[in-house]
């Protein structure tokens, strides 16, 4: 595709994100590219960083067309962003040409809008907070009681492009000879620092289609969420409950260090989400997982109470660490979101208490970085669960780093640890 086709194809899939405000950004363009397989890898990963540039930038873009007194449209979204941030050396007038799969020529105000912004900083001194920073207004209180005076660094850090982590399947290989798989096919990784499973690549790579991926020799899985597989400390002979699984990445990691012994049982409320965990734990080589859909009036928790040796609960969240991943995320949040999902998780923490074996451990964990999501879930469910108490340091799993849980609690952000953010507190049911 010519750069002016590969332009107008990142308008279009922008407006097709605005349509649908509420759909995730990242489901919107598998079904965009799915419908359009003419364009090739290359030039899906142009159109990508397109729009995700933009995705991450929207509410200062918006301001700036604001500003001038326009109306923010998608198309004009992007020609804000050559404007105040240009991809290399680029010109306007030769990307809107109205040529063939190019995006029509500016109009007046069009160029007027691009002259007056044009190498401008992204960031002014008039934004109002919330927008400079790239937040909902409604959020930005709670973002600043979470971090402090860090406030700025850490949403900085949720500016840049995520790692590509992998999990090295213990199952099948190990790090240096997984790692050296990957660079057999010209795929450079390093060890990461945190999990004692993980690789970090070096930008996008190719992973899925790779012989050690296909294999099941490496799961992608960013390396905070293999902390949160560590914080359980599930051992051989184990019986482990994961009880929102989803399509099962952390019950691949528990059943590895499980070593294929003991059981394991992977659970949600989606019955899409755990079928397609069935070719991940074949590919993996896992055998010691069976899968269950929670449904309403369900016997099979009560059957089950007080039996499992840990319970990991991976509860629904706002998904503030994963802004990284997911920048549009940020746009859709609403209060109202929140408010229902603390209940959610509230409710699901009790629930999956009573399935924890005396002298067995719950772990609760969230890719959010928010205190009402965290910390104050736990000293909630802690008042209202008195049989539970936090681990004690020495109870900590030595899979996780020294330090790294303080009071029972894991706290993660992309500043600090260079993982998505996650949250996961490790609790013991007295015995």
């Given at each position: 595709m ?8 990142a308008i ?32 899906r ?5 397109r ?5 991450r930038?929207?509410r ?6 604001e ?27 030769d ?13 007046g105000?069009e ?7 044009r ?11 919330a927008?400079?920073l790239e ?13 402090g005076?860090?406030?700025?660094a ?19 290989s190990?790090?240096p ?7 057999a ?7 990461t ?22 294999s099941?020799m490496?799961e992608?899985?960013?390396?905070g ?14 019986r ?18 499980m ?7 992977a659970?949600?409320?989606?019955e ?21 859909l ?63 074996r005396?002298?067995g ?10 205190r ?9 469910f ?7 108490s ?6 900590v799993?030595?899979?996780l780093?020294p330090g790294?849980a303080q009071?029972g609690?894991?706290?993660l ?19």
């Open positions: 010519t750069p002016s086709a590969r332009l107008s194809a279009d899939l922008l407006s097709a994100m605005e349509e649908t405000p509420q759909r995730p950004a990242d489901a919107l363009a598998n079904a965009f590219f799915r419908e359009r397989r003419y364009i090739g890898g290359g030039d990963r142009a159109i990508s960083a729009v995700w540039r933009v995705l930038h929207w200062r873009l918006q301001w700036w067309i500003r001038v007194d326009m109306n923010p449209t998608p198309r004009l979204l992007a020609l804000a962003m050559m404007a105040v941030e240009p991809l290399g050396r680029e010109n306007p007038d990307l809107f040409t109205g040529e063939r799969y190019a995006p029509l020529g500016l109009t105000p160029r007027r809008l691009y002259d007056q912004i190498d401008k900083e992204m960031t002014h001194p008039d934004m109002p907070r927008v400079a937040v909902p207004d409604w959020l930005l209180p709670r973002l600043e009681r979470t971090f005076e860090g406030l700025e850490e949403l900085a850090a949720m500016e840049g492009e995520a790692t590509l982590d992998l999990r090295v399947n213990l199952l099948k190990d790090r000879t997984a790692r050296a798989a990957l660079e096919e010209g795929i450079a990784a390093q060890e620092t945190l999990s004692p499973w993980g690789l970090r690549l070096a930008g996008r790579q190719p992973v899925t289609s790779c012989a050690a991926f296909r099941g490496v992608i899985q960013d390396e969420s293999q902390l949160v597989v560590a914080a359980v400390g599930a051992r051989p002979g184990m482990v409950l994961d009880y929102c699984a989803g399509a099962a990445g952390k019950t691949l990691g528990m059943a590895m260090t070593e294929n012994r003991g059981h394991i049982v659970c949600d409320v989606s899409p989400r755990l079928e397609g965990a069935v070719r991940r734990l074949r590919r993996a080589g896992v055998h010691n997982a069976e899968r269950h929670l449904v309403s009036g369900d016997r099979w928790a009560r059957r089950r109470s007080g039996s499992f040796d840990r319970v990991l609960v991976d509860a629904p969240c706002t998904g503030t660490g994963t802004w990284r991943r997911n920048p549009d995320a940020r746009l859709r949040l609403r209060e109202q979101d929140l408010l229902e999902l603390t209940a959610k998780q509230a409710d699901i923490m009790d629930r999956a208490a009573a399935l924890v005396p002298g451990r719950m772990v609760y964990a969230t890719c959010s970085v928010l009402e999501e965290n910390g104050d879930q736990i000293t909630a802690l008042a209202r669960n008195p049989a539970f936090p681990v004690t340091p020495d109870g799993h030595d899979d780093p790294l009071g609690q894991v706290c952000t992309p500043r600090q640890h260079h993982t998505d953010g996650f949250f996961a507190a490790i609790m013991q049911r007295d015995s």
